[in-house]
């Protein structure tokens, strides 16, 4: 069973940078991508792709960090540089691996940008 560690939130200024990294472990897959969502708080409030990477390496990212988020792999470490922080990227953010039918979600890390 595949399982994923995020590590890197935290309290940082509006403007600041962050590195966010999830560590997959028990993964056999040989094709498979790895999703960074996030989710705010409160009601309404909707999980939201930040950015994505295959196996193969190819990128995508959502409209909402799209220009400041950067999506990296290196072996079973997703990372995510974040970058000119705002208070409104304030959320929770998970880590997810897909392989065909296949989805396994990490438990998330809490970043919060705030003066």
């Known amino acids: 069973q595949v399982q994923l560690v995020e590590s890197g939130g935290g309290l940082v200024q509006p403007g600041e940078s962050l590195r966010l990294t999830c560590t997959i472990s028990?993964?056999?897959?040989?094709?498979?991508?790895v999703d960074w969502y996030r989710q705010a708080t409160g009601p309404g409030a909707q999980r939201e792709l930040v950015?994505?990477?295959?196996?193969?390496?190819a990128t995508d990212y959502g409209d909402a960090m799209k220009g400041r988020s950067t999506i990296s792999r290196v072996k079973n470490v997703v990372q995510l540089q974040m970058n000119s922080l705002k208070p409104e990227d304030t959320a929770v953010y998970y880590c997810?691996?897909?392989?065909?039918?296949?989805?396994?979600w990490g438990q998330g890390t809490q970043v919060t940008v705030s003066s």
């Open positions: 028990g993964n056999s897959e040989r094709i498979y991508y």
């Open positions: 950015a994505g990477i295959t196996s193969g390496g």
């Open positions: 997810k691996f897909g392989s065909g039918v296949i989805e396994y």
